[in-house]
């Protein structure tokens, strides 16, 4: 078994899909012939002030990666969060405010501690770069989407259908977290099976600015403490990673 092989069996184990594998493939083997490590995202937002057991699956798959010794990226979407992420939303989030954000962010990087290697982790704040756009750099990223293209997530069509409100904001998240993949350069994304939507839109924000798409890696979701729906923040249905 080759080391490639080798990356590639950790790299598999437990994980849903990876969207496209044999880029990965590529991506693996150009990074050991240069010798430059592969650039792996995962971004939260801070809606609550705990990270949870949910969180801890994609976060371990991070810790594969570290141990593999390529560069992670622990992603606060402190700018996002403004909005709030509109996947299986049935109606348009509370908007959280500037104060309530920063509050909910001071221990994360503590937090996810308990599961990486914070020596060899980089953590960024998307409101360095969101922060500072002008209207004809949000122009220039909506025309990377079209309307048809985010009524296919299911979410929306639903609302749609139901005629239930749907924001321009909520229009606009997936493709603030596709221009985060564009600053960061990244090479993989990892999320929960129910981003999808959101971190093939890294894929497609990437193309559009010329750059090479990541690879997408989805991690299963798991069930929340009161046994109905998925394990969140927002449901106040988890367990602490530090209890």
């Not at 750099?137 to 639903?158: G, N, P």
């Not at 099976?193 to 991690?219: H, P, S, Y």
């Amino acid at each position: 078994m080759n080391e490639v092989e080798k990356q590639l069996r950790v790299i598999r184990r437990g994980v849903i899909e990876i969207i496209p594998e044999d880029e990965l493939v590529k991506k693996i083997e150009r990074s050991l012939t240069e010798k430059r490590p592969l650039r792996i995202k995962y971004g939260i937002d801070p809606t609550a002030p705990e990270l949870h057991l949910g969180h801890s699956v994609p976060i371990r798959k991070m810790r594969d990666f570290q141990n593999l010794g390529h560069h992670i990226i622990f992603l606060v979407g402190n700018f996002t969060a403004l909005i709030g992420d509109p996947t299986g939303r049935i109606e348009t989030r509370p908007l959280l405010s500037p104060e309530e954000i920063k509050q909910n962010l001071q221990t994360y990087q503590e937090q996810a501690g308990k599961l990486l290697d914070l020596k060899k982790t980089e953590f960024v704040l998307n409101s360095t770069w969101l922060a500072k756009m002008n209207f004809g750099e949000v122009i220039k990223l909506a025309s990377s989407f079209t309307v048809a293209q985010m009524l296919e997530r299911e979410d929306f069509s639903q609302r749609y259908r139901k005629g239930n409100d749907i924001s321009l904001q909520e229009f606009i998240y997936p493709l603030m977290q596709g221009y985060d993949s564009v600053v960061l350069k990244s090479d993989v994304e990892i999320g929960a099976t129910e981003q999808k939507f959101n971190l093939l839109a890294g894929r497609t924000v990437q193309g559009a600015f010329g750059m090479e798409k990541q690879v997408v890696i989805t991690m299963p979701i798991l069930e929340g403490t009161d046994g109905v729906r998925k394990m969140s923040k927002s449901f106040g249905n988890y367990i602490p990673i530090t209890a």
